[in-house]
């Protein structure tokens, strides 16, 4: 299919446009097709040089955290003068660009993403299984063996780890003290006293000046992600046997959590889809905020330590997992492509990740490191997550975890909003039965 016939059929449609809506958005995807198409053509240009060249689309923020990956990448190209690859960044929104790029049959040569999409690349057969190749490489015995629960789907193990990661709970030592806080909070309901004692009104106009803990609005994945270690630390989890299960009680009593700390006046929302932000806690406005140890907060100059998720029925966090899948394209670039994430997975690469990023390593001998060990003698609050990483859960790795994880997500907004927990739970699990049983 050619670009003249896509420019052709884009010229008649912006004549167009204006007649239908639908117009415009097929306007729109067609152009996305057509860029994606061109910059396919450019990365398969034949090689006659020899140089077998590889594109991979990443998505990596912030800034700083992409550049330590550009310079790794850089490393790589110059010790493999048969292999270039191209680190390509993707701005949002990355999932409909990527399975564009798919269905044209013009996808990169290496994707890191979420492994929570692994089903939905599975399904389309964009990927490839790694089972038999990491079965012969060494360096497998490396990797951490808990990962391995989030890069595995029906018996196939479909990508590598580049970084792992999970939850704790920030907060600032000196608002502590000065509102006579000695001990950090153990249990929920130990949580929930320490945030009604930090949320402040001074000029007592009912709206405080500082708010015990900041709690993520939205229904995108940071919100769900968030709010994942409660539910697991109540017993919970949100599938069984394929099926989303919404309804049980774990789930309904970790969503209660977050609406009473609501309900208190004692948890502050974020603006919508944005809880990931730092500035509240930053300029003291919040005392608590959930998140892990790859925040702005651990390079910023303000006062700050962390604490566990506490539990209520046991410890539990969320890992916080990125990995990088080979895609599906010729034999040559496939093995060009397996080079790589060889390299991304060894200590080197991971050693100096790691110790750019805040991300802790996935591979052992990386974490077991001098050079690591010595960084996080000046970082200790990395060992909280360190520590946390033998609690910890993850998100479904299932076909269709996008839908299960937006009615998810519309149900944790709305009661945020004050709907009951109960009910916001049924709803989704409703929504989420008729998509199920309609495939």
Known sequence: MSFIYFQSQINTLSRNWRKSAWQFSLLLIMLSLCLILLSGCQGTVAETDGVIRISLWQSINPPANREVFEKLVKKFNQTHPDIQVESIFVGQPQLPKILTAVVGNVPPDILAYDPQNTGQFAELGAIQPLDEWLEQLPIKSEVLPNLFTELRLNDHIWSIPLYTANLGIFYRPKLFQAAGITETPKTWEELRQVAKKLTIDRNGDKVPEQYGMLLPLGKQEWTVFSWFPFLLSAGGDIVDNNRPNLTNQA???????????????????????????????????????????????????????????????????????????????????????????????????QTEWSIGTGFLPVNRKSLESEAYQQFISKQPVLKVFMEQMSEAGSRPIIAGYSRLSDSLGRAIEATLLGESPKKALKSAQERLELIWNGN
């Open 251 to 349: 789930a309904i009593d970790a969503l209660q959590f977050w609406q009473n700390l609501i309900k208190d006046g004692s948890a502050t929302l974020s603006p919508p889809e944005r809880g990931y932000e730092e500035d509240g806690f930053v300029s003291g406005r919040v005392a608590m905020q959930i998140t892990g140890p790859w925040t702005y907060i651990m390079k910023s100059n303000v006062d700050y330590q962390v604490f566990p998720i506490p539990a209520k029925i046991k410890p539990a966090t969320v890992t916080a997992t990125g990995v990088m899948y080979l895609m599906k394209t010729t034999p040559a670039r496939e093995k060009a492509a397996l080079k790589f994430l060889e390299y991304v997975l060894s200590e080197e690469f």
